[in-house]
Nanobody, 123 residues
Framework: QVQLVESGGGLVQAGGSLRLSCAAS????????MGWFRQAPGKGREFVAS????????YYANSVKGRFTISRDNAKNTVYLQMHNLKPEDTAVYYC????????????????WGQGTQVTVSS
């Protein structure tokens, strides 16, 4: 069993930055992918970024490439999402997820989810 707790959300002006954290407890296997998803009001949950725990391989949604960076600290069992140049369309609840799958970019590949943290970007 894996427990995930996100933090770091908040209100920021367009063009600003935020860093989200996801603290993981329980058994995290090297084969796990750690992902960030987001869900805006009235929309589905969409993939943002992922990182493979062992290798550090990363994937990004096209909408955030060049602006967001996912990273992990193995010693702290924590995954981060550094977000720069935020836009109003980035406003959403951001969820951390963990899953043992070769696929990293779809919701169904993840078994464990955090409770989410709100990110609001004002124009």
């Amino acid at each position: 069993q894996v427990q995930l707790v996100e933090s770091g959300g908040g209100l920021v002006q367009a063009g600003g930055s935020l860093r989200l954290s996801c603290a993981a407890s329980g058994r995290i296997f090297g084969s796990y992918n750690m992902g960030w998803f987001r869900q805006a009001p009235g929309k589905g949950r969409e993939f943002v970024a992922s990182i493979r725990w062992s290798s550090g391989s990363t994937y990004y949604a096209n909408s955030v490439k060049g602006r967001f960076t996912i990273s992990r600290d193995n010693a702290k069992n924590t995954v981060y999402l550094q977000m720069h140049n935020l836009k109003p369309e980035d406003t959403a609840v951001y969820y951390c997820a963990a899953g043992d799958s070769v696929v990293a970019t779809v919701r169904s590949a993840y078994d464990y989810w955090g409770q989410g943290t709100q990110v609001t970007v004002s124009s």
